[in-house]
């Protein structure tokens, strides 16, 4: 499956962004889609992912300004963020996979597909 992330850009802290991942090649519907994000010289963090049944999960440092949401007719996952603060700064990616279980969803490692990221920048 080949992975698109869209939908960064530079904007105010207090401000909202939605990123969106698009999926080619398979039926996204069977997939686990997280969002991951980076900053130099640290590791990819998780940010949220959504399963296939429809359940969702969330980092601590995001629960309740962020939000996952998927379109399963057009192969396409969501994250709105809202209330941004400069900490939130990062290179976002997205990324795949079936079967995972529930205490591997917040590995990078654990995804096999992953999209080339997408640059949120937020100010002060």
């Known amino acids: 499956v080949q992975l698109q992330a869209s939908g960064g850009g530079l904007v105010q802290a207090r401000g909202s962004l939605r990123l969106s991942c698009t999926a080619s090649?398979?039926?996204?519907?069977?997939?686990?889609v997280g969002w991951f994000r980076q900053v130099p010289g640290r590791d990819r963090e998780f940010v949220a992912c959504?399963?296939?049944?429809?359940?969702?999960r969330y980092a601590d440092s995001v629960k309740g300004r962020f939000t996952i949401s998927r379109d399963n007719a057009k192969n396409t996952v969501y994250l709105q963020m809202d209330s941004l603060k400069p900490e939130d700064t990062a290179v976002y990616y997205c990324?795949?996979?079936?079967?995972?279980?529930?205490?591997?969803?917040?590995?990078?490692?654990?995804?096999?597909?992953w999209g080339q990221g997408t640059q949120v920048t937020v100010s002060s």
């Open positions: 959504s399963r296939s049944g429809g359940r969702t």
């Open positions: 090649g398979r039926t996204f519907g069977y997939y686990t």
């Open positions: 990324a795949a996979d079936q079967g995972l279980i529930s205490s591997t969803l917040e590995i990078p490692g654990q995804y096999d597909y």
